[in-house]
């Protein structure tokens, strides 16, 4: 009896070993790679930055991490940022890469607003001579109209639209937090001091060269190769993460207007504040939003001396 018992478990022994085998034989793996050879992720950050877009650069970074075959991540960025909490998951993503091993940063056109806080954290950040838009540090918001009475349809004198002075309130926590960032990551590189950058300028490739927002001229096959180089590898492959991401930046708003499909018309009208980290360039294209925007590298909003009554 025991003899057969002890049968027994070494067969469902053998069972759950052949069984585990399988499932990790079976387990997908996102790049696909061979588990002979090294190679280079490239990892493209989306062009608008939305939360599917952070979260497949979040999957291809863990992958790249957890993939022993992968040994340097290249981020190909070409983006004017989106928005500000998806941006900063990105960044917290390549800290966490560039722990574990060499990451660089290469700009094609634009790698402004969250585009750069995501990128912030890389060894190094390479641009393109011509780059249009590297750097503005900042938030742009939507500052709406003064908050109506309760009415039938809200419970409160905020429900419908915000106070101003609170979005701009939180409009300057989240500059504060972004600049933050940067200093972290990058503030032993820029030239500039903390009011110039939260000034949120923009800068072509070879300004953001000389003033430290990048490192070196150069593009993805450059950073590419020194990537491989930093890593100690001799011979290697590359491998590319490509997805449809967002390209319509009315998509950032989704939550604030009315359900649509990708590429469909979309009819927003703003209820309450909304903060994104774009570039001007992104911010330009969006002309048809019933918004107010304000940037948190503007002047502060003054206001108008209504002429009361002052000392007699």
Do not use: C, W
């Not at 999957?59 to 960025?77: T, Y």
């Not at 960032?181 to 500039?192: F, K, S, Y």
């Not at 492959?237 to 469909?264: C, I, K, Q, S």
């Not at 925007?293 to 503007?298: I, K």
């Amino acid at each position: 009896m025991a003899t057969g018992l002890r049968s027994r478990r070494v067969q469902l022994a053998v069972v759950i070993v052949i069984a585990i085998g399988a499932g990790v034989l079976a387990a997908p793996q996102v790049m696909g790679l061979a588990d002979d050879d090294e190679y280079v992720a490239v990892v493209e950050v989306p062009e608008l930055i939305d939360a599917n877009g952070a979260q497949a650069v979040e999957d291809d970074l863990r992958e790249a991490r957890h993939n022993d075959s992968i040994e340097a991540v290249v981020l190909e960025v070409d983006s004017g940022g989106g928005l500000p909490a998806e941006s900063e998951r990105i960044s917290t993503a390549v800290d966490r890469t560039a722990q574990e091993m060499p990451v660089i940063a290469a700009v094609d056109s634009l790698g402004a607003s969250g585009a750069y806080l995501s990128m912030a954290p890389a060894d190094e950040i390479y641009v393109s001579p011509s780059s249009q838009a590297v750097g503005s540090v900042g938030v742009v918001s939507n500052i709406g109209p003064t908050p109506l009475a309760p009415d039938e349809t809200t419970t409160g004198p905020n429900k419908q639209a915000q106070d101003p002075d609170t979005t701009r309130a939180e409009q300057q926590l989240l500059a504060d937090l972004f600049l933050e960032a940067v200093l972290e990551h990058r503030g032993d590189e820029i030239e500039l001091s903390p009011d110039e950058i939260a000034r949120a300028n923009v800068y072509i490739g070879t300004e953001a060269v000389e003033n430290g927002f990048a490192d070196e001229l150069g593009f993805v096959d450059d950073a590419i190769g020194d990537v491989a180089d930093e890593a100690g590898l001799s011979s290697y492959d590359v491998v590319r993460t490509e997805r449809e991401m967002a390209t319509d930046p009315l998509m950032l708003f989704g939550n604030a207007g009315e359900e649509h499909e990708p590429g469909g018309e979309m009819s927003v009208s703003f209820d309450a504040a909304n903060h994104l980290a774009v570039a001007p360039q992104v911010l330009n294209s969006i002309d048809d939003v019933n918004a107010t925007f304000e940037h948190s590298g503007d002047p502060p909003v003054e206001e108008a001396d209504t002429g009361g009554d002052g000392d007699e």
